[in-house]
């Protein structure tokens, strides 16, 4: 006779039971295990169950559709069907792995890892080479940043995403991103082996002559961007290239493809490689730059310089584009490996009106504001009276390019640096003292710039017993404000300023952030421009109105350290608060797990609880983490 399963007060079978066939429903593939992980009560593959008959519904482990009733509990996948005779469960095989990272979260993520290196790597060379091209060209000079930034800057850059939100609407998103990819790769190309070398033929350089001679030496600024308009082009692309094809496209597709859980363990590995790429590529720019002293006399150093470098920022570029390809006809359209759709939460779309009246409405969104505003309005004031004496240092666009190559090159080591130590400071010391480093390093560097060049003569004396110049020292020591606040700014204060939205309630999280999009990152990053255009229109130069920029910057930072501390003193018990109530809510989860299973469960035996309790144990415990998890990607989506 056929065995019947032994119930132990699980199963009520018939009196008289009548013995039939056994064939497995296909539920049980995804219920029952293998043969290496033993079935309860005996139950395995040598005691099948010939008869099944149900006299508790509420007992039904086995058919719970038969109830309607779901039971939470342990899920287990075969990776085959189970045969009719029922015979051999067979092991789902476990994903391969490579250095403990699933291979199929490697197919997206090194590619991914790829592109955003060589996104960067361009970004840097970008960035190095505009500010020679702008600050070292005929006619000329540092002054032309602010006017370039407010009138041709911003607009373009509005005009390009509405652009861009128009040709989202007809194009898919693969034809999107090569729209928007390739005029990039196809003008930096052209720039370099046709409008530079046409430059003396498409500039108008004597309509910018009478211009001045009519205006005045005051609108130095303004008329240079007419007399070297193709300089100015590649100084707005070269900006565009850093928010529209890192921000947009590579971090829309990352977002795209990457599930929470891999974008929580890897993006942050993607902040340490951005600052690599920022180490090599300086280098390039240095190597590049100083090929000019092996070249004969007579020879466009620069030229051949800057032919080399946008011949690499071209092969990258098209690397980028042969990436997204692969991966999108590989890994996006391949079903075993996991994605997840992110759906973008509807942020309010508030007016100025509104967004002043959230900022006014809550000192504690005042003080983030100003923290905001200061960071943008300081790190301007002092970046450009710097480029202004560093084009008096180098006057030749080589000399210059190989000293910013080596700038880079600091910068990403110093921000490398910094990212590592940053964690460490905010857990010794505490959110007040990590937000209030950057400013003092502004503060403290800020006054060492303006006071060597303040007081040059008298220091002449002094520096010339180091065998330095006071221009050559207000050049370095510019160039290490410059290192030391960007670094303190990628590792302290923008890590400070998403946490501080973390205490605030869910309404004026959400329309404080807003708010501050709306009005002050504008007024932050076009604020320092608008007053040196004033302050040049007003003393004739920038060197003349050096010392009212020395007086402007103390104030700001001053603003800045009183909104620190006063937003300290609000988040700091605010943030205790929340970390009571996390450590409440997470010593009660046990209990509450405990009591979800004995109510599903009512009187099962100390063995069930043992074999079927445990992953439903770790099943809630995986869900209350990958809700943790989403919100934490979420923040991180939005800081990035």
Known sequence: ???????????????????????????????????????????????????ISVANPQRLLLYPSATGRQRKGPIFRASAAIPADGA????????????GVELSTLKKIVPLGIMFFCILFNYTILRDTKDVLVVTAKGSSAEIIPFLKTWVNLPMAIGFMLLYTKLSNVLSKEALFYTVIMPFIAFFGAFAFLLYPMRDAIHPTALADRLLAAL??????????????SFCLFYVM?????????????????????????AKEFYPLFGLGANIALIFSGRTVKFFSNMRKNLGPGVDGWAISLKGMMSIVVLLGLVICGIYWGVNKFVVNDPSIPRTERKKKEKPKLGMNESLK????????????????AYGISINLVEVTWKSKLKAQFPSPNEYSSFMGDFSTATGIATFTMMLVGRWILRKFGWGVAAMITPTVLLLTGVGFFSLILFSEPLAPLLGSFGMTPLLAAVFVGALQNIFSKSAKYSLFDPCKEMAYIPMDEEMKVKGKAAIDVVCNPLGKSGGALIQQFMILTFGSLANSTP?????????????????????????????????????LKASEPSVIEQKENGSLHESTASENSSNGSPAKEELATESEASAGTSHGQQSYTSR
């Open 1 to 51: 006779m056929e065995r019947v399963i032994s119930t132990k007060a699980l199963l009520s079978l018939p009196s008289k039971p009548h013995p039939r066939a056994f064939h497995p429903l296909p539920s049980l593939r995804s219920r029952f295990p293998s043969p290496t992980l033993r079935a309860p009560h005996g139950f395995g593959s040598q005691d099948r169950p010939t008869s």
């Open 88 to 99: 051999g469960l067979v092991d789902e095989k476990a994903s391969p792995k490579f250095l």
């Open 216 to 229: 005045g030496p005051s609108f130095l600024g303004p008329v240079a961007i007419l007399r070297i308009w």
């Open 238 to 262: 070269a900006e565009l290239w850093g928010s529209v094809v890192i921000s947009v496209l590579f971090w829309g597709f990352a977002n795209q493809i990457t599930t929470l859980e891999e």
């Open 358 to 373: 959230v900022l006014l409405s809550s000192r504690y969104v005042r003080d983030l504001a100003t923290l905001v505003v």
């Open 548 to 584: 009212y920029l020395g007086g402007i910057l103390l104030v700001i930072v001053l603003a800045w350290l009183g909104a620190a501390r006063s937003l300290d003193s609000q988040f700091s018990p605010l943030a205790k608060q929340q970390f009571e109530k996390e450590k409440m």
